[in-house]
Nanobody, 124 residues
Framework: VQLQASGGGLVQAGDSLRLSCVAS????????VAWYRQIPGKQRELVAS???????NYADSVKGRFTISRDNARNTMYLQMNNLKPGDTAVYYC???????????????????WGQGTLVTVSS
């Protein structure tokens, strides 16, 4: 299962951006999705996630400003980012985990895939 992220860019503080991430492949089912971000020289951190059953979790630093969502029919996840701050500047990565069926063997295997990252730059 491959993920393709898009939507990053250069904005000013207070602006909004929406990131998208499309999953592609065959015979897969997604159980959980998440957005992470990484600032150069720092560890990748979880921004928001939707777990199986619909439980949503946000990092404290983005609560009230960011909204994660998913469109199952389009195999797409989104991250709506409002009131952006310079501290939100980072490369944002989407992540999905679930199961995929191998047609040749009919075996169902777990997968955990990452998108390529999209850069968000917020100027003050």
């Amino acid at each position: 299962v491959q993920l393709q992220a898009s939507g990053g860019g250069l904005v000013q503080a207070g602006d909004s951006l929406r990131l998208s991430c499309v999953a592609s492949g065959r015979h897969f089912s997604i159980n959980a999705v998440a957005w992470y971000r990484q600032i150069p020289g720092k560890q990748r951190e979880l921004v928001a996630s939707i777990y199986r059953g619909g439980y949503i979790n946000y990092a404290d630093s983005v609560k009230g400003r960011f909204t994660i969502s998913r469109d199952n029919a389009r195999n797409t996840m989104y991250l709506q980012m409002n009131n952006l701050k310079p501290g939100d500047t980072a490369v944002y990565y989407c992540n999905a985990e679930g199961t995929v069926m191998q047609l040749a063997t009919s075996r169902v295997q777990d997968f955990n895939s990452w998108g390529q990252g999209t850069l968000v730059t917020v100027s003050s």
